[in-house]
């Protein structure tokens, strides 16, 4: 633990606890706004624990992915301002909220923005943005997950508020989640988180973990990074593919064992349509490809069809990126606003890509 950089090294970390410890102080209550993937889910049932156990007043918010769309939204910041939150906190999300952020602000929310995205060149707003990808951040580790970024936050909360750092590395095993499902390297401080969240997922005080490794016939068997990621992260992910994201932050938190058991059957189910799902549209985007593209000359893949489900086509541009070995782009058709999912190979950087076709686009 001691081998951890020092939180505050990362730039608005200070700010962001400051801001955080007086809201403590002054008995407000605090919004926690997740994405809707495994990393965003994590980061906010990790924040929702520790808050939890340092006795403050939490709530949290899961965007819909189909009526919300990707990041921060209004529904979201309006949900905040109807609670009587003082602070909006995102996960995972937020780097490029332009919009949003003044939206927040015009409501009064001061918002603190976590991410791990790379960002624009200009930052939105906010009251602070911990990102240690930020231009001006000289955060010596750059390969944190948006997970790893809140667990930061939380120890530095515990650093400058007197709390017991025993709050943050309890939920450490949720964190570990996040942190496999991303994909990040497992080096240098992600190494040591999951080296103590999978120790503690071996102590079983995580009931809806629990829950996912008797769903997932993990009981008994050693947990590995790769297990996490190809049996457990992928009953996580369902949960926002075709429906309520916000189940697996309820999984995540909950202390009751039925309805842990309850939702952990429930995403089992829906990731076994998932599969499903997935294969019929990955046969058809590879159809669409050798019918239709002329690989010869094309250096990148981009598929539409109006009947493929948006909760699935990041899986299915993940197909045909490896499939092909170029960048490739899955659109879900729509006739109001279609939605996209992109998967880049090294060397192409796709998010510079799409800055050059910004205004064409809407998110």
């Given at each position: 633990?001691?081998?951890?950089?020092?939180?505050?090294?990362?730039?608005?970390?200070?700010?962001?606890?400051e801001?955080?410890?007086?809201a403590?102080?002054?008995?407000?209550?605090?919004?926690v706004?997740?994405?809707?993937?495994?990393?965003?889910?994590?980061s906010?049932?990790?924040?929702t624990?520790?808050?939890?156990?340092?006795?403050?007043?939490?709530?949290?918010?899961?965007?819909?992915?189909?009526?919300?769309?990707?990041?921060?939204?209004?529904?979201?910041?309006?949900y905040?301002?109807?609670?009587?939150a003082?602070?909006?906190?995102?996960?995972?999300?937020?780097?490029?909220?332009?919009?949003?952020?003044?939206?927040a602000?015009?409501?009064?929310?001061d918002?603190?923005?976590?991410?791990?995205?790379k960002?624009?060149?200009?930052?939105?707003?906010?009251?602070?943005?911990?990102?240690?990808?930020?231009f001006?951040?000289?955060?010596?580790?750059?390969?944190?997950?948006?997970?790893?970024v809140?667990?930061k936050?939380?120890?530095?909360?515990?650093?400058?508020?007197?709390?017991?750092?025993?709050?943050?590395?309890?939920?450490?095993?949720?964190?570990t989640?996040?942190?496999?499902?991303?994909?990040?390297?497992?080096?240098?401080?992600?190494?040591?988180?999951?080296?103590h969240?999978?120790?503690?997922?071996?102590?079983?005080?995580?009931l809806?973990?629990?829950?996912l490794?008797?769903?997932?016939?993990?009981?008994?068997?050693?947990?590995?990074?790769?297990?996490?990621?190809?049996?457990?992260?992928?009953?996580?992910?369902?949960?926002?593919r075709?429906?309520?994201?916000?189940?697996a932050?309820?999984?995540?938190?909950?202390?009751?064992?039925?309805?842990?058991?309850?939702?952990?059957?429930?995403?089992?189910?829906?990731?076994?349509?998932?599969k499903?799902?997935?294969?019929?549209i990955?046969?058809?985007?590879?159809?669409?490809?050798k019918?239709?593209?002329?690989?010869?000359?094309?250096?990148?893949?981009?598929?539409?069809h109006?009947?493929?489900?948006?909760?699935?086509?990041?899986?299915?541009?993940?197909?045909?990126?490896?499939?092909f070995?170029r960048?490739?782009?899955?659109?879900?058709?729509d006739?109001?606003?279609?939605r996209?999912?992109?998967?880049?190979?090294?060397?192409?950087?796709?998010?510079?890509?799409?800055?050059?076709?910004?205004?064409?686009l809407?998110?």
């Amino acid at each position: 633990m001691h081998q951890l950089h020092n939180p505050f090294l990362m730039a608005d970390m200070d700010k962001a606890v400051e801001r955080i410890l007086s809201a403590i102080s002054d008995n407000k209550s605090i919004l926690v706004f997740g994405d809707y993937d495994v990393d965003g889910t994590t980061s906010a049932a990790f924040l929702t624990l520790f808050f939890r156990s340092i006795n403050v007043d939490v709530h949290y918010y899961i965007p819909s992915r189909e009526k919300e769309g990707y990041g921060v939204s209004n529904q979201g910041i309006d949900y905040a301002k109807y609670i009587g939150a003082d602070i909006l906190i995102t996960c995972d999300c937020g780097i490029n909220a332009f919009e949003k952020v003044e939206y927040a602000n015009e409501k009064g929310l001061d918002v603190i923005i976590t991410d791990h995205h790379k960002p624009e060149k200009t930052l939105p707003n906010a009251f602070a943005i911990v990102n240690p990808n930020r231009f001006d951040c000289s955060y010596p580790f750059k390969g944190l997950c948006g997970a790893s970024v809140v667990f930061k936050l939380a120890l530095g909360i515990c650093e400058k508020g007197g709390y017991d750092p025993k709050h943050v590395w309890i939920n450490s095993d949720v964190v570990t989640l996040g942190i496999a499902a991303d994909l990040v390297p497992i080096q240098d401080e992600n190494r040591i988180i999951v080296h103590h969240g999978i120790q503690q997922m071996n102590k079983k005080t995580n009931l809806g973990i629990t829950a996912l490794q008797k769903t997932g016939g993990l009981l008994g068997k050693d947990i590995t990074v790769g297990r996490l990621v190809f049996w457990m992260a992928p009953k996580i992910n369902a949960a926002g593919r075709l429906g309520d994201a916000s189940r697996a932050v309820k999984l995540l938190t909950t202390q009751n064992p039925v309805l842990a058991k309850k939702i952990a059957e429930e995403l089992e189910q829906e990731n076994n349509r998932r599969k499903d799902i997935t294969l019929k549209i990955t046969n058809d985007a590879l159809y669409m490809v050798k019918s239709n593209c002329d690989l010869e000359n094309e250096n990148a893949i981009v598929l539409g069809h109006k009947n493929w489900h948006p909760g699935v086509i990041g899986i299915v541009a993940s197909h045909i990126k490896e499939e092909f070995a170029r960048p490739a782009i899955i659109i879900s058709l729509d006739d109001a606003e279609s939605r996209g999912s992109c998967r880049s190979i090294r060397g192409f950087d796709m998010v510079d890509a799409l800055g050059e076709c910004k205004n064409y686009l809407t998110g």
